[in-house]
């Protein structure tokens, strides 16, 4: 039986207005009872139950997870617990928190939709590329060892070289993460997928390459689904209520419903890949293989 992962949406609550995301804007998210925060006594003891069923891993997301107070106490209990733990950041509170969660996340994720100041913070509704520079200073000084998470879409694609020298210059490794939409397929061409490859031979940047074949063939198809979340992964609420298969397919059936037309939703996708025997499963294994292999180690990395 494959370890689960938990993709945990501590908060709904964000301090950016991202033109990808909806989470800031609509309405439901605000008003249903079920993405209420809980009290962190609460989520302690969910935590302690996903242990029992056979979590291994704490994907930390939002919203903003930064703006729980009590985000080192959930840290703290997934160390208590030997969860993994991830930790994905817009970067506008980390510097100020930074010492507050030190040592207490295994891999440290910091967004990044444009490599120049007037494009990222168009695409965040804020100014925050400063603060992402200072997030990155501020965990090179505490000895962390985070990585950019690049949004793909179609325009910042155009972008890839300008983000790698960004990431070389910082010292830092760089995965791409292509966009997903919430009514089909971004519009990425044969071309954008083999730009991404190209590219992601580079040494410290990485793509999965199962994620750009999933593109190729235009998402999940209902009459024959990929996805396997209710296998792979728990799905947390700021509640504490869990649900299934997924968080944008609520008590459906998997793969097969409306909101599953091209889903490329990568948080349930790609741990979907590693169930089944198929392309999808071998291009997932060896791209985190070839990873593996090339990229440098942390202490290089932080200069030590």
Known sequence: MLPKICQFYLTLRCNATCEFCDFWSESKYQEDDKYKEAPTDKILSVL????????EELRITGGEPLLYDNLPHVLGKARQLDLKTILITNCILYAERSKE??????QLFF???????EKHNRSRGRSVFNKLIRSIEAATHLKEDPAILYTVTRDSIL????TIEFCEKFNINLFLNPVYDFSGTQGFNPDSVAYLKYYGRRKNV???LAMLEFIKNRGNNLAWPRCRASQNVVTLLPSGQTVSPCFFNQEGRQGKNVACSSCMRWPYMVPSFSSGFD???????YSKYIWKQRKKPAAVRKGS
Do not use: A, H, T
């Not at 969660?101 to 295994?106: A, L, P, W």
């Not at 967004?111 to 100041?117: G, V």
């Not at 392309?279 to 294994?285: H, L, M, N, V």
């Open 279 to 285: 392309k999808y499963r071998f291009f997932d294994w």
């Open 206 to 208: 990485f793509v999965n």
């Open 101 to 106: 969660i030190q040592g207490m996340v295994d």
């Open 48 to 55: 302690e139950e996903l242990k029992d069923r056979g979590v």
């Open 159 to 162: 972008y890839l070289p300008e």
């Open 111 to 117: 967004s990044l939709d444009y490599p120049y100041p």
